[in-house]
């Protein structure tokens, strides 16, 4: 979005944002930008909404339902204090200069995958997408990422770019389009479930840095203005993810009750929950919801690298900040 309509979207949503302190503000309600329709991703926040951790915390939540403006340009406008980012997004929104911390890691890993059909045999390998067709979703960082992991392979990494969005899944099937980047914790597992499997290769298996895909971010101001509230809000949501992570089946429950008729399959939910906690809320540590400087600065240091990341003027920016800054975990219970 260009920086001007980023400025002008500011200004227009200024009454909306939060700039009362801890005591003068309690009753109005935080708002949750989700970064989709809800889906497994958003477990922890419904299951903080449905086992009552919001309103053991004194808070009003209200989750905004998913529109075609992004949650980090939601969230840096103060159109909504929390939202659903992902690493890659987060990092060009921040070097852009959106007012916005990440507050929690969702996803401690990466939860997408390269993706081809299960039946082609001339694809086992990322060196093997060299002049094939990437049905993309429009990110600035996803060709370079492509690139990385196929030459990492011994791949030249050429190929041709289709963006698809949502359509990629359904030209993937099709054999219109050659690969994707499914979440394998929904879209390929509702890809075994329809019977299309699918075969995918892992970006950390050829040397790929790894990343938290899906992170919960704050409006920065918001955050220094109420952190009482930030972090009542932040560890209530984090106890929510502790939850899923210790019962998938529970959480799996509680996200389906949040959202009747939202949900076609109810397996694609449980299996889709139980994958994620086995492999993917916890840290090395078994925490839920922490951050290092070391994950952002291996993948966010790779993104400037490529030169695709660019600053509040628009120009490219390869000097990189202190990743440190970015994000915080001192809204989180030990």
């Not at 979005?1 to 801890?22: I, K, N, R």
């Not at 840096?76 to 929104?93: I, L, N």
Request: aromatic letters at 12%.
């Amino acid at each position: 979005m260009p920086a001007a309509l980023l400025l002008a979207l500011a200004l227009v949503l200024t009454g909306c944002a939060d700039t009362g302190d801890d005591r003068g503000n309690g009753g109005e309600p935080i708002r949750v930008a989700l970064d989709w329709t809800p889906n497994t991703n958003h477990l922890g926040l419904f299951v903080a909404q449905q086992a009552g951790y919001f309103r053991d915390a004194g808070l009003d939540v209200e989750f905004l339902p998913y529109n075609q403006t992004s949650p980090d340009v939601l969230v840096g406008s103060g159109a909504a204090e929390f939202g659903v980012s992902f690493q890659d997004s987060f990092t060009y929104s921040k070097a852009a200069g959106a007012d916005i911390t990440s507050v929690m890691a969702i996803l401690q890993h990466w939860a997408t995958e390269i993706a081809v059909r299960a039946d082609r045999p001339d694809i086992t390998r990322p060196r093997d997408l060299d002049g094939t067709v990437f049905a993309g979703f429009g990110g600035p960082g996803e060709t370079a990422t492509m690139q990385a992991v196929i030459r990492a392979d011994g791949g030249r990494g050429e190929f041709r770019t289709e963006v698809l969005a949502t359509a990629a899944y359904e030209a993937l099937y099709a054999g219109q389009a050659d690969f994707t980047l499914p979440f394998v914790h929904v879209e390929g597992l509702e890809a075994q479930l329809r019977g299309e499997p699918l075969r995918t290769f892992r970006y950390t298996d050829y040397g790929f840095p790894d990343a938290y895909n899906v992170l919960l971010a704050g409006n920065s101001t918001w955050l220094g203005q109420n952190p009482d509230r930030a972090r009542a809000f932040v560890q209530a949501v984090q106890r929510g993810y502790a939850l899923a992570a210790e019962n998938p089946a529970g959480a799996a429950r509680m996200l389906k009750e949040a959202n009747p008729g939202a949900f076609t399959n109810d397996e694609l939910i449980d299996r889709g929950a139980a994958m994620l906690a086995r492999g993917y809320l916890r840290d090395g540590q078994g925490r839920v919801g922490f951050q290092t400087p070391e994950k952002w600065s291996a993948f966010s240091g790779f993104l400037y690298d490529t030169g695709t990341v660019a600053g509040p003027d628009g120009a490219p920016v390869r000097q990189k900040p202190d990743f440190a800054t970015w994000f915080t975990n001192e809204y989180l219970a030990p």
